[in-house]
């Protein structure tokens, strides 16, 4: 017999019920806001975590001309750096161009390898370069040929080779036979092209090339060997620099051959170099980050203007001996990271490492001290059996072993033994001193704080060095009074200090990815501090604030990027025009466009701190630049985004930076002509609606460019335009417009994105402009209009339908309200419920903005079905629907009655629903059309829905209640307090026990519905139920949100009117003895408000005589209530001067 269960539906839902609650994080909009600044960066902004902070550059305006410091570098050595950064990247792009068409041919400078002659090859001259074997004899027998076609038995595994991705100079041949010499090693005569080929420690060493044997060396697959390039299909390696850029796409070749030997670990094996074939060991290339991060180099990935690389001292490899450890953070996953490790790992990996140690912590064995303490006296050790061998794996023992990462020092170095502490740590967090606690990955920054040392013993730089530590340490993790002390010092101290010490150690920290937003904030607040005191001795620092403080101009954060903008203003002012353009000319024509955005928007802050007068000559020369087209990129960017920031500020240069960015319309740069389009456009923008003259001389290029260009292009020359047709006069506009409809139209149908939104801009702005006719629009434009925008994939894009919406209304303003309706009000049955959301709102904008009155009974019976429907079929309640129906309503005044039967019938079934969203939305639909009831004269259906609302005060949900509520004062406001069902008496002790809800929506409600009763019919309800609301109103005071308070207060004065001001006054009196200083000042407030309802003698003498109470919040009170009374009474506080005097005597002479 099967047992009776629940169906296994409901177990399910209840197990995943129970699933959610367990996966429920209550912290979890707490972590939200305290992300990590890195987590929040796209791929744009990701550019910046690479970058180093570059020495401190010469100061030109140094006093006295002093000499400068060694290190520090000079304008013309970083102009060098550029250009020469500039070639090799533009060298790199032609080898990868010539890769991907195959045009990639050795050209004989690099020398081929040369080996040692098997027996069976050919011979091999030491001039050919190319590699291809001597021509043979034609009677050579056929086992000597090279074979052409298929493969030979004995050849090495084939790699995925392609005609002309050969590695110039490496492959002396096309396979490497079995008795040939070993390749790999490379002698000073014969340096091999490829960095990645060279076996560190090996360069220059003169081998004796040993003949390999087959069996000699465990067998490695090409992709195993790291001499080789990546092969077909395979993920481009990141330890291989610059060697896999050539190889982009190969083409796919004989698939290699896998034999079961080849399953032999070869990263097991040790190898026989010192260097591993180690790229880390090498003299590291230009380009590549000096960091011991694992960071790919990325062509420009360095800052503009680092140091030139020189041979580093040697220093770890980033990788092992051993192929098989992981590199840098894909390594993290080992057993035992060293010491080093815990620095470069991100919290999330610390606090995985912490709960590993610690379970590992509980779960070790015991060892024989700790069983003999546990035990009693009486047990001993049992021997093993004589045979017996543990079992080891050697994997584990190796993975146990720890990894070194570049930059931490390794080589053998004893175990110390520790005793176990109770609770595991990885380091004592606490610096001693008065010191906050030190996150773990502040350790990298602040570890000096963590050894205690004599600070006698120290030298004055060390010294200084430690003191700015502890003070950052205390701004950026200490308590609010400790933060601000610090704050304080660091700025008074900030020359004694002095400005390198203090910016070498805020800089790194402001790169550091784990930064949270708010530490950010404060050090950047340090710098926005310490920049008015150190003056003009920021100015060889200019470049290093730069590259950590632009990114916060591009940042997502509003504030951030206000920040940001702050303090390169005041950098600015402080080491002066001539210092910025020295230091940021070498950053616009930077390879890295991400430098040149940021260059560009800092220069933009300049300009509107230092004046743009200042800079149009610089910005002069720069446009014009011949040398190259990202230097005139940039700077007519820069000319964009000063209009952006400055608006109306640039009208009175506008003529000189139209002038300026105006031959860029006919730059032979495509990227330049848009920037220079979309520039136009933002100071047209901002120039608006003045300032037409300005823009004569580009009004040419600019119509010849939208008849030449497509894509991109012309949608910026397009969206110039767009900006400058409302400039014109009326005549010019009309004339312009209908030029520009022709390429509008036509741009319709495009399918790209972007193109689309510029189109419904320019159309806007075109029908929005004074010179436009109605029959033109509604003839022209119109039916392409609909055609191609209306329709269900605009509604989907969220951008697209929010500028689709404002065109239509644009246009409705010119051509009527009902031509628009009549096109889209069949619409509001469509299928697509996002679609229907569309047409509601543009229906509700175009009524709410001209009015129904030319809407006729036909457009009128269409629109109420239509919009019933919409209403009726919503999967999910949204706000635009309530809005449209509400308006739609409103608007249509008396000619709704009709319907209202069948709109009450809705809304009754509705608040019926089983679904609480359902049941909200009809309430607050109540509340949107009670007035037109009124209107209609419909008090009886009022009557009813009073009713239904009154038996629904019990509802559970909080939303729901409030919206109820809601509904209840809509009707109560327009039906009257005598007319009103419910009556008064009944409604108002239900309201009593709900103003007890803690829900800001009721409480708001509830207040403001009472108020009204307490307002306009109080002689419906018995005092004694007052007296009961106002002690409930007590605890309104405390409310969080000011409108509740605000109402409560109102409410005061309205029952002290209603029962006399005498037993209310004496509930507020007494409420000012409680501690909380909120509900005490708006006691005052109500004391304030009773005073002006009822006259001020009843309250006036009460007031006093509670002066005499001996407690600080009483007197304090009594003296705010005065303060506010006489604020509120005004003229009429003459008469109560002479009363009030004695007592504020006494308070002046209090002690």
Same mark, same amino acid.
């Given at each position: ?54 020495p401190e550059r010469i100061d030109p305006f140094a006093e006295g ?357 109770t609770k595991t740590q990885i380091v004592d967090n606490q610096p ?169 928007? +800092?220069? *933009?802050?300049? #300009?509107?701190?230092? %004046? =743009?007068? $200042?800079?149009?000559?610089? @910005? &002069?020369?720069?446009? /014009? ?56 456009? +933002?100071? *047209?923008?901002? #120039?608006?609606?003045? %300032? =037409?003259? $300005?823009?004569?001389?580009? @009004? &040419?290029?600019?119509? /010849? ?65 004074? %010179? ?78 001209? %009015? ?218 007494n409420n000012l003895k409680v501690q909380e200083r909120q509900n ?72």
């Open positions: 017999k099967k047992p009776i269960t629940a169906p296994a539906a409901a177990l399910k839902e209840i197990a995943q019920a129970r699933d959610d609650e367990d996966d429920y994080d209550p912290f979890a909009e707490r972590k939200r806001l305290q992300k990590a600044t890195s987590d929040k960066d796209d791929d744009t902004r990701q550019v910046r975590r690479p970058m180093v902070i570059s001309g002093k000499t400068p410091d060694v290190g520090s570098r000079t304008y013309s050595q970083i102009m060098q750096e550029q250009k020469l950064k500039g070639e090799e990247n533009e060298v790199r792009k032609t080898i990868i161009d010539k890769a991907k068409d195959g045009n990639l041919r050795t050209n004989g400078e690099a020398k081929g390898t040369v080996r040692k002659r098997g027996r069976w090859d050919q011979v091999v001259q030491n001039g050919d370069s190319s590699g291809v074997p001597a021509k043979k004899k034609t009677n050579s027998a056929p086992w000597e040929e090279t074979p052409k076609g298929g493969l030979s038995r004995w050849d090495e595994t084939p790699g995925p080779t392609k005609m002309g991705a050969e590695t110039p100079g490496a492959t002396p041949g096309q396979s490497t036979r079995m008795w040939d010499a070993t390749p790999g090693h490379t002698t000073p005569a014969t340096e091999a092209a490829t960095p990645g080929r060279d076996t560190p420690g090996h360069i220059g060493v003169t081998q004796t090339s040993v003949r390999r044997n087959r069996w000699d060396e465990t067998p490695k697959t090409e992709r195993a060997t790291p001499g080789h390039n990546s092969g077909w299909a395979e993920t481009p390696r990141t330890d291989r620099g610059g060697v896999d850029l050539i190889q982009d796409t190969p083409t796919p070749s004989a698939s290699k051959r896998r034999s079961r030997w080849d399953e032999t670990p070869s990263q097991m094996t040790p190898s026989a170099t010192p260097g591993g074939l180690t790229p880390g060991a090498a003299t590291p290339k230009v380009g590549a980050t000096p960091s011991g991060t694992s960071m790919t180099p990325t062509p420009g990935g360095m800052t503009p203007g680092a140091t030139p690389m020189t041979p580093m001292a040697p220093r770890t490899p980033v990788l092992s001996n051993s192929a098989a450890t992981p590199v840098g953070h894909t390594a993290m996953g080992m057993a035992t990271p060293t010491p080093g490790h815990l620095l470069s790992m991100t919290p999330e990996q610390l606090q995985a490492y912490r709960w590993e140690r610690e379970i590992d912590e509980r779960n070790r064995p015991l060892t024989d001290d700790e069983l003999d303490a546990m035990f009693p006296p009486g047990y001993k050790v049992l021997q093993p059996p004589a045979g017996y061998i543990p079992i080891r794996t050697p994997a584990r023992k190796l993975t146990a072993t720890p990894t070194p990462i570049a930059g931490t020092p390794t080589g053998f170095f004893m175990q110390e033994s520790v005793d176990r502490p001693p001193g008065n010191l906050p606690m030190l996150k773990p990955e502040d350790a990298q920054y602040f570890d000096k704080l963590l050894m205690d040392v004599d600070e006698e013993s120290l030298t004055l730089e060390e010294q200084k060095e430690r003191k700015i530590m502890k003070l950052l340490l205390k701004i950026k993790n200490g308590t609010p009074p400790m933060r601000k002390a610090a704050l304080r010092q660091v700025t008074d101290k900030a020359r004694e200090l002095g400005a390198g010490p203090l910016f070498n150690q805020i800089l790194p920290l402001l790169m550091s990815p784990t930064l949270e937003d708010q530490e950010r904030h404060l050090l950047v607040k340090v710098i926005d501090r310490i920049l008015y005191k150190l003056d003009d001795l920021v100015r060889p620092y200019v470049h290093k604030i730069l590259v950590v403080i632009e990114p916060l101009l591009i940042d997502e954060d509003y504030y951030a990027r206000v920040e940001g903008r702050e303090i390169i203003s005041n950098l600015a002012k402080a080491a002066g025009l001539a210092t910025m353009i020295s230091t940021m000319r070498p950053d616009i024509d930077n390879i890295d466009e991400y430098v040149r955005n940021t260059t560009a928007r +800092a220069f *933009a802050v300049v #300009a509107s701190a230092l %004046g =743009i007068p $200042s800079l149009l000559p610089f @910005l &002069k020369a720069v446009c /014009k630049s011949k040398k190259s087209w990202q230097a005139r990129h940039t700077g007519i960017k820069i000319v964009q985004q000063i209009a952006i920031l400055m608006g109306c500020a640039i009208l009175p240069h506008l003529r000189s930076l139209v002038e300026i960015i105006e031959h860029g319309l006919v730059d032979e740069q495509q990227k330049v002509r848009t920037i220079t389009a979309l520039a136009i456009a +933002a100071l *047209a923008e901002a #120039a608006t609606p003045y %300032g =037409i003259e $300005s823009f004569d001389s580009v @009004l &040419k290029p600019l119509w /010849k460019g939208i008849r030449t260009h497509r894509g991109k292009g012309l949608a910026a020359f397009l969206k110039a335009i767009g900006y400058l047709i409302p400039l014109m006069d009326a005549e010019y506009a009309n004339y312009y417009t209908r030029e520009v409809m022709l390429i509008l139209i036509r741009e319709f149908q495009s399918p790209d994105e972007e193109m689309k939104k510029i189109v419904l801009k320019v159309v806007k702005q075109c029908c929005g402009t004074d %010179g436009v006719e109605p029959q033109y629009i509604r003839e022209d434009i119109l039916p392409h209009f609909f055609r191609h925008f209306w329709n269900h994939r605009m509604a989907l894009d969220r951008r697209n339908y929010r500028q689709l919406v404002d065109t239509t209304m644009e246009i409705a303003n010119k051509v009527g309200a009902s031509e628009i309706i009549n096109r889209i009000v069949d619409d509001l049955k469509d299928e697509n419920e996002q679609y229907r959301k569309m047409v509601m709102e543009t229906i509700e904008k175009t009524i709410g903005n001209l %009015g129904a009155a030319d809407i006729d009974s036909r457009l009128e019976e269409q629109l109420i079905d239509g919009i019933l429907y919409a209403f009726q079929e919503q999967t999910n309640e949204d706000v635009i629907m309530l809005n449209g129906f509400g308006m739609i309503v409103n608007q249509l005044g008396r000619r709704v009655k009709p319907y209202l039967p069948q709109i009450c019938g809705t809304i009754l079934w509705r608040l019926n629903n089983k679904s609480a969203k359902i049941r909200q939305q009809a309430a607050d639909l109540i509340a949107r059309i009670a007035c037109i009831m009124k209107i209609c004269q419909e008090e009886k259906l009022m009557g009813h829905l009073g009713l239904v609302l009154y038996e629904y005060l019990g509802e559970e949900y909080p939303e729901v209640l409030g919206s109820i509520l809601g509904a209840l004062k809509g009707i109560v406001n327009v039906i009257g307090m005598t007319r009103m069902t419910p009556p008064i008496k009944d409604l108002l002790p239900r309201l009593t026990p709900i103003l007890k809800n803690r829900h800001e929506k009721v409480q708001e409600n509830c207040i403001d519905l009472v108020g009204r009763i307490a307002d306009r019919g109080p002689e419906y309800v018995p005092a004694r139920e007052w007296m009961r609301i106002c002690f409930e109103l007590l605890e309104l005071l405390k409310a969080h949100k000011k409108a509740i308070r605000r109402a409560t207060v109102n409410t005061f004065g309205y029952i002290a009117k209603a029962i006399g001001p005498h037993d209310v006054l004496a509930t507020l009196l005490r000042v708006c006691t005052t407030v109500a004391i304030a408000i009773v005073a002006e309802t009822c006259s001020p003698f009843t309250v006036l003498p009460a007031l006093m005589n509670e002066y005499r109470v001996p407690e600080l919040n009483v007197q304090n009170g009594v003296l705010k209530s005065l303060s506010f009374l006489f604020q509120y009474i005004g003229e009429m506080g003459k008469d109560y001067i002479y009363a009030v005097t004695p007592l504020l005597e006494d308070a002046l002479m209090d002690r």
